[in-house]
């Protein structure tokens, strides 16, 4: 869950609301039903991220929600919440914030890495550009380029 929140700059909520099916595993694409603002948007999977996603159906094979609770009911905010709480505690992240800087920073991560600002304005389903820009905490100078989709691969190759 930490990891497709991450990966592709989802909302609790929006990782939450994934199902089975909103993954497009051919087109490596991500389907993001009514997302803040009640909007439809596709946000695409990373390699690495697809290949997370496919081991973790294999292991569970979930029904219809992606991460289903036991009952195989939608899974409430509270548990991811709580299991953000214990990776960072479980990496010895004391610093305060919650599971929103992820999207905090996969958006500032992206920019860094070059993708443009109005694509990840899209991809974060942002109406407003300035909305956008408060996410970025952080930007080296400029560069065009198609961004670093893949930044969980980048984790595991920073961390093993």
Known sequence: MLSLCYGCGLRLNEVLAVRVGDIDGERRLLRIEQGKGAKDRMVPLSPTLLAQLRA?????RPDAWLFAGRAGTRLA????????????????????????????????????????????????????????????????????????????????????
């Open 56 to 60: 973790y159906w294999r292991a569970y």
């Open 77 to 160: 905010p509270t548990t991811l919440q709580k299991a953000f709480t214990q990776a960072k505690q479980r990496a010895g992240v004391h610093k305060v914030g919650g599971i929103h800087g992820l999207r905090h920073a996969y958006a500032t991560h992206q920019l860094a890495a070059g993708l443009p600002v109005q694509r990840l304005q899209r991809l974060l389903g942002h109406q407003s550009i300035h909305t956008t820009l408060r996410y970025v905490h952080w930007l080296p100078s400029a560069r065009e380029g198609e961004g670093m989709l893949d930044v969980i691969a980048q984790l595991e190759a920073a961390h093993g």
